[in-house]
Nanobody, 123 residues
């Protein structure tokens, strides 16, 4: 079992930046690749970024590439998503997930999820 707790969400003006964190506990965190997804009101949950268990392999959605940076600190059992140049379209609940096998772009393949943290970007 892995417990995931997101934090760091909040209200930010367009053009601003924000870092959200996901703290893990339970089974060995470093055994899992980690992903960030987001869900805006009335929309499906969508992939944002993912990072392999050692941080060697990283992938981003087109909407995140060049603006967001995913990273992890296995000593702290934490994964981060640093977001820059935020716009109203980035408003969503941001979720982190843990995956060992499967397609990191597909939420159905993730074994564990956090409860989410709200990010709101004002125009």
């Amino acid at each position: 079992q892995v417990q995931l707790v997101e934090s760091g969400g909040g209200l930010v003006q367009a053009g601003g930046s924000l870092r959200v964190s996901c703290a893990a506990s339970g089974r060995t965190f470093s055994n899992y690749a980690m992903g960030w997804f987001r869900q805006a009101p009335g929309k499906e949950r969508e992939f944002v970024a993912a990072i392999s268990w050692r941080g060697v392999f990283i992938s981003y959605a087109a909407s995140a590439k060049g603006r967001f940076t995913i990273s992890r600190d296995n000593a702290k059992n934490t994964v981060y998503l640093q977001m820059y140049s935020l716009g109203p379209d980035d408003t969503a609940v941001y979720y982190c997930g843990a995956i060992r096998n499967g397609n990191q772009y597909q939420q159905k393949d993730y074994e564990y999820w956090g409860q989410g943290t709200q990010v709101t970007v004002s125009a």
